[in-house]
T-cell receptor
Framework: AQKVTQAQTEISVVEKEDVTLDCVYE???????LFWYKQPPSGELVFLIRRNSFDEQNEISGRYSWNFQKSTSSFNFTITASQVVDSAVYFCALKRASGGGADGLTFGKGTHLIIQP | DTAVSQTPKYLVTQMGNDKSIKCEQNLGHDTMYWYKQDSKKFLKIMFS???????INETVPNRFSPKSPDKAHLNLHINSLELGDSAVYFCASSHLTGQETQYFGPGTRLLVL
């Protein structure tokens, strides 16, 4: 069975601080995909990144960066110089590759990030 | 040019009623999904359809019945609504190949009174 753990239920920081959201996953599959989604207060789910299990390169996109480490089964997300607009619930998700493309995502419980002005 | 759309956005109804939520995607994807987000924001897959064929049916009561008239549409019909069905329902779509990203609709907030 697959499992995604986001141990931080809520994080509150002051604007311009850096913040890291943790994600730890469990899977028996050797090939899988990891995702991060953002859910702002308006409620939609916005795709941020997908990472394949065979690609451990870290990724940076503007103020966002992701650190994937298979050795610790972690896929952490860092926001540099946070802004109020970053306030949202962030979900980490896992999808196995072996079961076929129509598998659903296994989501973590989400981390509610509050950026205070 | 909305990619994945859902109607209605809000749905308030009485216990025992039957209701439907519609989903359409214009991304050319061949696989569509329904997810349920509960009051604690936990997201869980309910169904997935590929080319109008049901692929996944998680442990969902049979009061929930998905229907896919074509690849671009996946509707969710719920019979005999119960209080516990109150949630946000998200439709999503992707290509079938394993690594494809799932793109979500805006969600339908269902409140059963």
């Amino acid at each position: 069975a697959q499992k995604v753990t986001q141990a931080q239920t809520e994080i509150s920081v002051v604007e311009k601080e850096d913040v890291t959201l943790d994600c730890v996953y469990e899977t028996r599959d050797t090939t899988y995909y990891l995702f991060w989604y953002k859910q702002p207060p308006s409620g939609e789910l916005v795709f941020l990144i997908r990472r394949n299990s065979f690609d451990e390169q870290n990724e940076i996109s503007g103020r966002y960066s992701w650190n994937f480490q298979k050795s610790t089964s972690s896929f952490n997300f860092t926001i540099t110089a946070s802004q109020v607009v970053d306030s949202a619930v962030y979900f980490c998700a896992l999808k196995r590759a072996s079961g076929g493309g129509a598998d659903g995502l296994t989501f973590g419980k989400g981390t509610h990030l509050i950026i205070q002005p | 040019d909305t990619a994945v759309s859902q109607t209605p956005k809000y749905l308030v109804t009485q216990m025992g009623n039957d209701k439907s939520i519609k989903c359409e995607q214009n991304l050319g994807h061949d696989t569509m999904y329904w997810y349920k987000q509960d009051s604690k924001k936990f997201l869980k897959i309910m169904f997935s359809y590929n080319n109008k064929e049901l692929i996944i049916n998680e442990t969902v009561p049979n009061r929930f019945s998905p229907k896919s008239p074509d690849k671009a549409h996946l509707n969710l019909h719920i019979n005999s609504l119960e209080l516990g069905d109150s949630a946000v329902y998200f439709c999503a779509s992707s290509h079938l190949t394993g690594q494809e990203t799932q793109y979500f609709g805006p969600g339908t907030r269902l409140l059963v009174l």
